[in-house]
């Protein structure tokens, strides 16, 4: 059973960073894609940013490129979610998610909440102005 913690949420105000990590119990040598994703009160759960144990490729969402960095660190069994120029909009329970993917997370599947098996308990990332 794969276990996903999340850490380094928290309150900050707009135009500031914050660095999220997801701590995995294991790896899936062969490949997985590690995903973030966030959830907004009365809105639906939303894919931010993916990347490829294997090789590194990453995937972002068209509202967070730019602001946002995905990379891992593979000694350490932990993915992180750099944002930075946080905006209001980005303030939601930021979730940690893993699929076994030996090719890759797959550009039609990275951000679908459904494609996913394995998730964390979520970390609040609030922005205010």
């Known amino acids: 059973q794969v276990q996903l913690v999340e850490s380094g949420g928290g309150s900050v105000q707009a135009g500031g960073s914050l660095r999220l990590s997801c701590a995995t119990s294991t790896y899936t040598h062969t490949g997985a894609c590690m995903g973030w994703f966030r959830q907004a009160p009365g809105k639906e759960r939303e894919g931010v940013a993916a990347i490829h144990t294997n090789g590194g490729s990453t995937y972002y969402a068209d509202s967070v490129k730019g602001r946002f960095t995905i990379a891992q660190d593979n000694a350490k069994n932990t993915v992180y979610l750099q944002m930075n120029s946080l905006k209001r909009e980005d303030t939601a329970m930021y979730y940690c998610?893993?699929?076994?993917?030996?090719?890759?997370?797959?550009?039609?599947?990275?951000?679908?909440?459904?494609?996913?098996?394995?998730w964390g308990q979520g970390t609040q990332v609030t922005v205010s102005s």
């Open positions: 998610a893993a699929e076994p993917a030996v090719y890759g997370c797959y550009s039609s599947s990275w951000y679908r909440r459904g494609w996913y098996n394995h």
